[in-house]
């Protein structure tokens, strides 16, 4: 018997990352090169979650923490942290997480809902929650990562 899918399915490419104790996922075409931790010059009256910039090939890249940005506790950098830098519209930001994990390719079918029992925030930052070999990896919404008004420039 062969495997049947659904035909409003798609194939997705997710990149896998933990932070703290927590796995979450994002699309893989978002991903425009993973980097080693580099110290980011702090900005004066930036918001917490804004960990600074750095210099990428001459071009200024905002680092975000990414866990301060989901109201955990803020990541103490070592040299096992990286900085996925993704493009959201047309700005590329660096995400300072603990860990890249794994490479998910799955059906969109396997994505499961946020619950409604979660908060307004939390729905606004989750697509959907994957469950993979008995863990919950929660799926971003990118677009939400920064303030409507920093991502529309």
């Known amino acids: 018997m062969t495997d049947v899918i659904n035909a409003n399915s798609e194939i997705r490419e997710l990149i ?4 703290g104790r927590q796995e979450f996922s994002i699309n893989i075409m978002s991903v425009r090169e993973i980097r080693g931790w ?3 010059t702090k900005l ?3 918001p917490r979650y804004i960990r600074g910039v750095i210099n990428l090939r001459g071009a200024v890249l905002p680092i975000i923490d990414f866990a301060v940005r989901l109201g955990l506790p803020a990541t103490e950098p070592t040299a096992r942290n990286v900085i996925i830098v993704v493009q959201v519209k047309q700005k590329q930001i660096g ?3 603990d860990a890249v994990s794994d490479i998910l390719t799955l059906n969109s079918d396997k994505i499961q809902p946020t ?3 979660a908060s307004e ?3 606004s930052f989750l697509r959907g929650l ?3 070999e008995g863990r919950m990896i929660s799926l971003i919404a990118l677009d939400n990562v920064l303030p409507p008004d920093a ?3």
Do not use: Y
Not at 16 to 19: D, E, K, L, N, S
């Open 16 to 19: 896998a990352f933990r932070v």
């Open 38 to 40: 580099t110290s980011a």
């Open 44 to 46: 004066p009256k930036a």
């Open 95 to 97: 995400l300072l997480v």
């Open 115 to 117: 619950p409604d029992i």
């Open 121 to 123: 925030t939390v729905t």
């Open 130 to 132: 994957i469950p993979v």
């Open 151 to 153: 991502a529309a420039a």
